[in-house]
C-alpha cells in the first residue's frame, strides 16, 4: 500500500490551515499507521536546483577535505569493494551552501514539521546520505531511533535525484513502527522480501516522510548513478526534554536555527507565502550575533537505533 500526493490545503483539526503545504488528517493517519508518507513533486524546481548545487558542493569540499579542516570528521567515508568512497555529510548548514538553510525555512518544511511535531518542533538533525556513482552497497535493514513513542520523532528526505527500484531505492516495511524490532531475526527469515515491503521510487523533488522507528534500508546493486537525499529530523521539544538525550540548553541551541532559516528563505524567496512561526512563548530563542556559530550545534549523543549488529550501525 502506498499513498502520494501533491501540496493541497490541510484539514488537519490539531493543525491550524495555514498554507497548502500543512499535512491533512488524511495524510497524517495513513503516516502514523504506516510509518511514511511520499510528497510528490513537493520542492519547487528553482529552490531544487539549488539544494542539488549545494550537495554537489559539499562532495566536493569533503572529497578535497584536509585532515587539519575543523569539519574533516563530518565527511564520512566507507570501505567498498572499489576503495574508499565518501557516502555522508553531517551538519550541512555550515558547510558555505546557503541553499540548506533555504530549504529549512520553507514552508514546504516547517509547515510539514508543524503538523506532526506541533508547534514546538526542533530541528534535530541535519545531513546528506548518497551513493556516488556505480556505488550500490546495501543499507541493511534498521530502525533510525527507538523511543516511547509519547511524540511523533520523524524524518524529512529531500530526493535531490531519481530513486529506482532497480538502482538501490529505499525499501520500506509498513506498520514496523510501532515497537522495536529484531532485525536480525526479520534479516534471516526474510532477507530483503518480509511481507508487505514497499519499494519508494522517488523523483527530484519529491519528500518521503518516514517515522525514525519504521525498518528501511536498500539492498545492494550494481553502480548506478548518483543518488543523493537530503535528511532533516524533527521532534518535539516537549518530547527531548521529557525522554532526552538532550537538554533545555540544546534545545535552545537548536531551536535557533528556525529564525536564521527563516530571514534567509525571506531573502532568497521575497515573493513567495512565508511561514508564520507559533512556537510557545516558552520556547522562542534568542538568537545571538554570531550566525556562524549557530549553524553547527553537535549531538554528543544520539538516540539509539536497532540494527543487525554493531557493524552494519556504522
Known amino acids: 500500500m502506498d499513498i502520494s500526493t501533491t501540496a493541497q490545503p490541510a484539514q488537519s483539526a490539531g493543525v491550524a490551515a495555514r498554507s497548502p503545504y ?179 521510487e522517488m523523483e527530484p523533488g519529491d519528500v518521503l516522510l518516514h517515522d525514525v522507528m519504521v525498518v528501511h534500508g536498500s539492498p545492494d546493486v550494481e553502480g548506478k548513478a548518483l543518488r543523493r537525499t537530503i535528511y532533516y529530523e524533527f521532534r518535539a521539544a516537549e518530547q527531548i526534554l521529557a525522554e532526552g538525550p538532550w537538554g533545555s540548553d540544546w534545545v535552545d541551541r537548536r531551536l535557533r536555527l528556525i529564525p536564521l532559516a527563516l530571514r534567509r528563505y525571506q531573502q532568497a524567496y521575497p515573493d513567495q507565502p512565508q511561514f508564520a512561526w507559533h512556537i510557545s512563548p516558552q520556547f522562542r530563542p534568542e538568537v545571538s550575533a554570531d550566525e556562524q556559530q549557530e549553524l553547527k550545534i553537535v549531538h554528543v549523543v544520539h538516540s539509539g537505533g536497532t540494527f543487525c549488529s554493531a557493524g552494519d550501525a556504522g
Not at 86 to 100: D, E, I, P, T
Open 22 to 200: 500543512h499535512l491533512s488528517e488524511e495524510q497524517i493517519r495513513f503516516f502514523d499507521e504506516n510509518g511514511y508518507l511520499v510528497l510528490r513533486n513537493w520542492i519547487p524546481r528553482n529552490m531544487l536546483r539549488r539544494v542539488q548545487e549545494a550537495g554537489q558542493a559539499w562532495i566536493e569540499m569533503g572529497l578535497h577535505a584536509s585532515a587539519d579542516d575543523p569539519d574533516y570528521d563530518d565527511y564520512i567515508f566507507a570501505q567498498r569493494p572499489a576503495g574508499r568512497t565518501m557516502f555522508r555529510v553531517n551538519y550541512v548548514h555550515n558547510k558555505g551552501q546557503a541553499a540548506s538553510l533555504e530549504l529549512l525555512g520553507a514552508p514546504q518544511v516547517l509547515a510539514v514539521a508543524e503538523s506532526l511535531c506541533g508547534p514546538n518542533f526542533v530541528p534535530t538533525y541535519e545531513s546528506m546520505v548518497f551513493k556516488q556513482e556505480n556505488d550500490g552497497a546495501a543499507i541493511r535493514w534498521h530502525q533510525d531511533a527507538v523511543h516511547p513513542r509519547s511524540h511523533r520523532i520523524f524524518n524529512f528526505d529531500l530526493y535531490l535525484d531519481a530513486s529506482r527500484a532497480d538502482g538501490g531505492a529505499l525499501n520500506v516495511i509498513p506498520k514496523t513502527q510501532l515497537q522495536r524490532q529484531d532485525i536480525c531475526a526479520l534479516t534471516e527469515k526474510w532477507g530483503w522480501n518480509p511481507p508487505g515491503v514497499i519499494t519508494v
